[in-house]
Every structure is written in structure tokens, then in C-alpha cells.
């Protein structure tokens, strides 16, 4: 089975530039979790889907930050516009259901200039 | 808020060797604690979930115990091999609106040959 897929795996733009960030959840996986992953604080949280439906956008910094799931096999992570403390790690995850484990993609790796 | 606390931040044992994690939350109510690997530039590895009814999970070489009530959780590995070595995170689901997920800063573990 193809695990989560993320793209793209490493993405340098200049600040201001808007960036888009791609996830394919595994197949029958109703839940899709967006993280974010520094040195300075860690794994967080972002926001999760359930059944394609944004359950907690909490996490998420600030309205720069834009999450969809238009369904079920696709979502999108979207910063415009992009600023220098936005380079991160991002991870895509799903998992059945909220309460199962989760299933994590290999990452972005995002760098602004 | 949560708070997840992972201790040692870096630990180095020979091959071989039996070693514990240790992983403590502030906030006991919890749905379920899970842990994960973490190898350099790759995403997490789920290794074993513990829902909040339960106080241990098993996985080959693996052996995870929960005490809710207390906060605690360790990773008990035996006969560490070279290939174990990576970051090893905890993270638990909280029991509340949102379900919000919160993760430790990691153990980084390495065996040596």
C-alpha cells in the first residue's frame, strides 16, 4: 500500500512568494492531520480534517496559514504570503479514524529566503 | 495547556543493552498516547498505541506501558540493536473539544555497535 504522499519534498522560495504544500492521504482514511516540525518548538499541530471537514485549525500561526480538502484524497497547505519564520519541516498524516494511529508522509522541507 | 516532557533529550547505549524512555504529560486526560520513531529527514514511524483504558502494548522487542493517573509513560526496548537508533517521540490525544494532539520534544537514542 502507498503510504501518505506529500509534495513537494523540498521547496526554497523568497519571502512574499506564496507557497502550496500537497498531500495524498493513504486510501480509507478518514482523518488528515497538518504538522509542522523546528528545532525551537518541536512537532506541532496545525489542523486536522475529519471526513474532509476542518476539525481544529487551533494551530494554525495566523491568517497567512490556509488548509483545504476539497476530498478525500487530497489536501492542500497554503502560506501567503510566505515570511522567513515559516521555514519548517511540514508533515502530512492520516490515519481511520481520530483515535487510530497515524500514518506520517516523508515531509516538506520549506525554506523562505 | 498540555504539556509533554521527554527525558533523557539524547540517550547512547552499547549494543545489546535493554533501555527505557520516559515520556510525562501535565494534563491526565488523555484518549490515547502513542509513540513514534523518527529517523533523520523521514517522517514518524508509528511504533504503539495505548488508549486510555489501557496500561500496556507490545510490539516484538517493544513494550510500552501507560499510568494515566500519574501522567507517565515509558518505551521499554530490549536488546538494543544499531538499527534502533533514531528520535523517539510520545504524543498523546487530549480527552476534550477538539481532541488536540501534543507532542514531546523526542529522545534522540543511539546504539552503538
Known amino acids: 500500500d502507498a503510504g501518505v504522499i506529500q509534495s513537494p519534498r523540498h521547496e526554497v522560495t523568497e519571502m512574499g512568494q506564496e507557497v502550496t504544500l500537497r498531500c495524498k492521504p493513504i486510501?480509507?482514511?478518514?482523518?488528515l492531520f497538518w504538522y509542522r516540525q523546528t528545532m525551537m518548538r518541536g512537532l506541532e499541530l496545525l489542523i486536522y480534517?475529519?471526513?474532509?471537514?476542518?476539525?481544529?485549525d487551533s494551530g494554525m500561526p495566523e491568517d497567512r496559514f490556509s488548509a483545504k480538502m476539497p476530498n478525500a484524497s487530497f489536501s492542500t497547505l497554503k502560506i501567503q504570503p510566505s515570511e522567513p519564520r515559516d521555514s519548517a519541516v511540514y508533515f502530512c498524516a492520516s490515519s481511520r479514524f481520530p483515535g487510530q494511529p497515524q500514518h506520517f508522509g516523508d515531509g516538506t522541507r520549506l525554506s523562505i529566503l | 495547556k498540555q504539556e509533554v516532557t521527554q527525558i533523557p533529550a539524547a540517550l547512547s547505549v552499547p549494543e545489546g543493552e535493554n533501555l527505557v524512555l520516559n515520556c510525562s504529560f501535565t494534563?491526565?486526560?488523555?484518549?490515547?498516547l502513542q509513540w513514534f520513531r523518527q529517523d533523520p529527514g523521514k517522517g514518524l514511524t508509528s511504533l504503539l498505541l495505548i488508549q486510555s483504558s489501557q496500561r500496556e502494548q507490545t510490539s516484538g522487542r517493544l513494550n510500552a506501558s501507560l499510568d494515566k493517573s500519574s501522567g507517565r509513560s515509558t518505551l521499554y526496548i530490549a536488546a538494543s540493536q544499531p538499527g534502533d537508533s533514531a528520535t523517539y517521540l510520545c504524543a498523546v490525544r487530549q480527552e476534550s473539544a477538539g481532541n488536540q494532539f501534543y507532542f514531546g520534544t523526542g529522545t534522540s537514542l543511539t546504539v552503538i555497535p
Open positions: 486510501s480509507g482514511h478518514n482523518s
Open positions: 494534563d491526565s486526560a488523555i484518549y490515547n
Open positions: 480534517f475529519n471526513n474532509n471537514v476542518p476539525i481544529d
